[in-house]
């Protein structure tokens, strides 16, 4: 195997800084690849072997598909232990930073709060797990009561009349709205709206979401507040507008004040307008969806309302629509008819589905316990610490050198900033890339923003409700450290990282095609190539 | 609130009064209620939101969220016979243990450096799925099987640049309607018959409509209904000789005994990884595959994440995202289709479950459920009365037919129901051409004894 001696950065922490900056370094197992460990002949589990008496009966079972259905070759699979396949994934546990340990602000627009211990014992329960979609109604009461009422709490912290559960993420909400809105102007006979207008810092699904279904995309340009002025919106609007779709507060964590013109002006022209509420964790108990003149709205359940967010899914949104839309929601909706919860699928107006079955229940529940266990008023609580937590956060960052937060200056934010590097980087030659990378030495996360960088070197920052003051010193005294080093030793910043798991990565082997490997066995092809005489 | 205790909720921290005081301080602020002064006055919502709660201490929680769960009746407690797409099988121990460790369950979007786990494990399921389907590439999990077949199909449109797709008429109607909802405006969707004996593919009339628009003939395999589709070559190469690619939807625990589809001339794999390692979660463990070559003009079609390995300076091994440019993360609406958080977590737990089985262990499963199955099917059809539809071998479900019994479905159902068991899908709706039918899941959980008992119990039914 390959020999690595990565230098351990050991002058960072004098001693007597150890209040301030933890003397960090992550797991480091050196951990092959799975396919390395493999060794013929162990085992992981066994498989059941059927009675004697089925095998006397029908045999072995594989002989009635035709021979050229039958596998020849296994699958060249790994051969491994129960142990070792235990051991190695727990060591590729630890070398990933879960939210779970660490002052996880630094992933902007994730909304990475805590998620409560006790949800995930409850979405243990065999009661959700051992359920099967298709099960009689009577025996699914329990969950479908969860469901519904989730259903019931979404109305009144959005406004809207009605929700789905089904779509599981915010994009795949996103990819149904565009069907709903596209039903929508179908039921009337409308057929010239291919137009959907969306804005720079909502989400790059809100936009590509809507062009799968068909749509034109239209992004409004920001203007100096950081949203599009009217006159942008004017511009953009006509009779060919299907609808909007559009975030707020957007990924700037600035609100625009003026949504509700914006949306009766939609409105006017014949369009819909649909509310991404990606960055609800602010506004929660303060500001609604209908008061803005929404006609449909979704919230990620995974980000606002605290359900773990498992490396990317399994996730859940809640997508609510104004009653005249709810016809068009896919099936099956959970109802109640006074005595029982039950799965309506009499719903002909209905653009179908979007995924399989109802969703993501696990899910559901989750988010449902953490709203329960919250009330109203620790809901509201949520929003007004979110906020706190994020202005305190913003007043500490734009104190230090090389740091600004473009648009609406000297205004407070809701949730979030998105802040720029740009300063810093004139200054000392150090991106935010490089800041970046710097910041794993520490033990936290660190996001810049989603393309294109419209923010100038952007750094992405969402403290929500679930860290203390202290923990969010903690993470400044990072980023000030950082800072400092660009400007005493901008090269250090740059070679980083040296804490965390394996140093430096290439670029170049994953964009081209001679070098990419997707799989193991690819791996392979491509290096036997390239030893090949002749090879590459 | 102002008169009472001050409520810090263990979730929140700095409700704390005095430290909320200092950080205003520090902001500069009189008020959180200042910090809000970008929503104008309008715009308050000024009501009570009305929901319950706060359920303060986790005792009184859990006790509530408890009380309500166990008015469901498991799997465990009747006896199920369901599939349909959502398959009980064997969890291993391990897999529950990986996919509830906190560190993969709270993760989310690093980087490769402080989440090289993370990639790592997705990578090792990407080419663990690789063997089993036998192909070189395959994707971070989409949302579920039906996604990752609308998105194959998408993907065959734009590789051939054609706006036609042929799919036959036995398929899952749930995933039908998924692919047609996902595939419009840009993509036609037309039906295949299929042969009424075996249920297989009607090749008639699949080369009648297939034809120079036709990007993809997407069949599965083994079908919705049970039985396998034994001519997939023969499919493969009508799709072939009219230009289009050949997309095959399977369930990848059958592979350890059904030959790779590429073996039959599939250019796009799907499928859903549900039953690698997954508990049935009412509807929500799925995850979607999609698997191709590794043929550049296949890669860039990709929306999904694609997590390749490659070596540093140092010689680690060092993970990322291959070709990132071709996903709406990077460009937008320009990019293929969309991308966002599927069931990662799902994928690293499909890693761990074939880990756990092993080339051995999958063959031997394999034959199991078959085994299983076939002992089913026969004793079932020796109820008088009582027949199998389709005559064709079947992997893990069949379907059965009660025409002959006088009974209903329905009324099947419910009298097993009593016996708490959960016979098959009613099938009378969605195809009533197959009379009173219902679609029967047999695994390797289900003992010999089982199935006895739903045999006794089916015929007391149809009594």
Known sequence: MRETRPERDETDVKKGDRDVLRRFHEAKWDEPVIFELSTAGERGVLPPEVEKEIADEVGDGVSSLPESMRRKRPPALPELSQARVLRHYLRLSQETLGADLNVDVGQGTCTMKYSPKVNDQLAGMPEITELHPLQDEATVQGILEIMYNLDLFMREISGMDQFSLQPGGGSQAMANRACMIRAYHESRGDKNRDEMLTTIFSHPSDAAAAAVAGFKVITVPPGKNGYPDLEAFEKAISDRTAGLMITNPEDTGIFNPDIDRVTRMVHDAGGLCAYDQANANGMLGITRAREAGFDMCFFNLHKSFSTPHGCGGPASAALGVSRELARFLPVPIVSFDGRKYYLDYDRPDSIGKVRTWYGVPPVHLKAYSWIVALGDEGLKEVARIAVLNNNYVMKKVLEMPGASAPYGRGRYRLEQVRYSWERLRELTGVTTDDIQRRAFDFGVHYWTSHHPFVVPEPMTVEPTESYSKAELDEFLNILRHIVHEAQMEPEKVRNAPYNSVVRRIPSAPFDDPDRWAITWRAYLKKQRRERAPGGH | ?463
């Not at chain 2, 309500?68 to 349909?84: D, E, H, P, Q, V």
């Not at chain 2, 999609?290 to 550049?296: K, L």
């Not at chain 2, 609406?333 to 499909?350: C, D, N, P, R, S």
């Open chain 2, 1 to 463: 609130m102002a008169d009472r205790e001050p409520f810090v909720h263990p979730y929140i921290p700095n409700s704390v009064p005095e430290v909320k005081r200092r950080m205003l301080d520090e902001i500069g602020a009189e008020d959180i209620e200042d910090l809000f002064e970008q929503i104008p006055e309008r715009l308050r919502f000024k009501g009570k939101m009305g929901i319950p709660g706060p359920l303060r201490s986790e005792c009184e929680l859990k006790r509530h969220v408890e009380s309500i769960l166990l008015k469901n009746k498991t799997c465990r407690a009747y006896l199920s016979f369901l599939g349909a797409g959502c398959w009980q099988h064997y969890v291993p121990a391990v897999c529950d243990e990986i996919n509830r460790r906190a560190e993969f369950l709270t993760a989310y979007g690093g980087e490769p450096y402080e989440d090289h786990g993370r990639f790592q494990a997705l990578f090792e399921y990407e080419s663990m799925m690789a063997e089993l389907v036998d192909m070189d590439v395959v994707n971070v999990p989409t949302y579920d099987g039906a996604q990752a077949a609308a998105t194959s199909i998408r993907m065959a449109s734009r590789i051939t640049g054609r706006k036609e797709a042929l799919l036959p008429r036995t398929m899952s109607p749930e995933r039908l309607a998924v692919i047609k909802n996902y595939c419009r405006p840009d993509i036609a969707i037309r039906l295949l018959d299929y042969d009424p004996a075996t249920g297989e593919l009607d090749l008639g009339d699949l080369r009648r409509k297939a034809s120079g628009e036709t990007a993809a003939v997407f069949f599965e395999n083994p079908s919705y209904l049970g039985f396998v589709e034994t001519r997939g070559d023969e499919i493969s190469r009508v799709a072939h000789d009219s230009g289009a690619l050949s997309v095959v939807y399977v369930d990848p625990i059958s592979l350890g005994v059904l030959a790779p589809p590429p073996e039959y001339g599939a250019d796009i794999v799907c499928g859903d990884i549900q039953p690698l390692g997954m508990h049935m979660n009412y509807g929500g463990g799925h995850g979607g595959f999609i698997a191709t070559r590794d043929e550049v003009r296949f890669v860039k079609e990709y929306p999904s994440r694609l997590f390749g390995i490659a070596t540093n300076a140092e010689g680690e091994w060092v993970f990322g995202d291959v070709a990132y440019e071709r996903t709406s993360f990077a460009v937008r609406e320009k990019g293929k289709e969309f991308v966002g958080t599927h069931a990662a977590l799902w994928g690293i737990t499909a890693g761990v479950y074939l880990a756990l089985l092993g080339p051995r262990g999958i063959a031997e499963l394999g034959r199991t459920i078959m085994q299983r199955t076939q002992y089913a099917m026969k004793r079932i059809a020796a109820i008088r009365g009582v027949k199998l539809q389709f005559a064709a071998p079947s992997f893990k479900e069949f379907v059965v037919n009660f025409d002959g019994t006088g009974r209903t479905v329905e009324q099947v159902n419910r009298s097993l129901f009593e016996r708490k068991i959960f016979g098959g899908r009613d099938l009378s709706r969605d195809f009533p051409e197959l009379g009173q039918s219902a679609l029967y899941c047999v695994t390797e959980v289900h003992t010999k004894a089982d199935i006895d008992a739903l045999v006794s119990a089916l015929n007391a039914a149809v009594q």
